[in-house]
Nanobody, 115 residues
Framework: QVQLVESGGGLVQPGGSLRLSCAAS????????MAWYRQAPGKERELVAV????????TYADSVKGRFTISRDNANKKVYLQMNNLKLEDTAVYYC????????WGQGTQVTVSS
């Protein structure tokens, strides 16, 4: 059974940092590129960052480039999102998922950036 469990969200002031984690199970994690997505209130889910299955290639949405870093630990089946210099517009529920196959979505983790 596929399971994706996101954690690490919270309330942070503008300019602050958070590190999100995603624990994966039920599929061959190391075979798949993984991604972080986010969905802000009233908006569609958007792609934030992607990491290749081996972790040697990453891509980012323009809105987070230079501030967010995606990484993964294949041995422990986890993917991370380090978020620095957070902005108000980063407020959203953040989800992880495999990039090119449709896995069941987890519950996400709420990130709120507010002063």
């Amino acid at each position: 059974q596929v399971q994706l469990v996101e954690s690490g969200g919270g309330l942070v002031q503008p300019g602050g940092s958070l590190r999100l984690s995603c624990a994966a199970s039920g599929f061959t994690f190391s075979s798949y590129a993984m991604a972080w997505y986010r969905q802000a209130p009233g908006k569609e889910r958007e792609l934030v960052a992607v990491i290749s299955n081996a972790g040697d290639s990453t891509t980012y949405a323009d809105s987070v480039k230079g501030r967010f870093t995606i990484s993964r630990d294949n041995a422990n089946k986890k993917v991370y999102l380090q978020m620095n210099n957070l902005k108000l517009e980063d407020t959203a529920v953040y989800y992880c998922n495999a990039r090119y196959i449709g896995l069941s979505w987890g519950q996400g983790t709420q990130v709120t950036v507010s002063s």
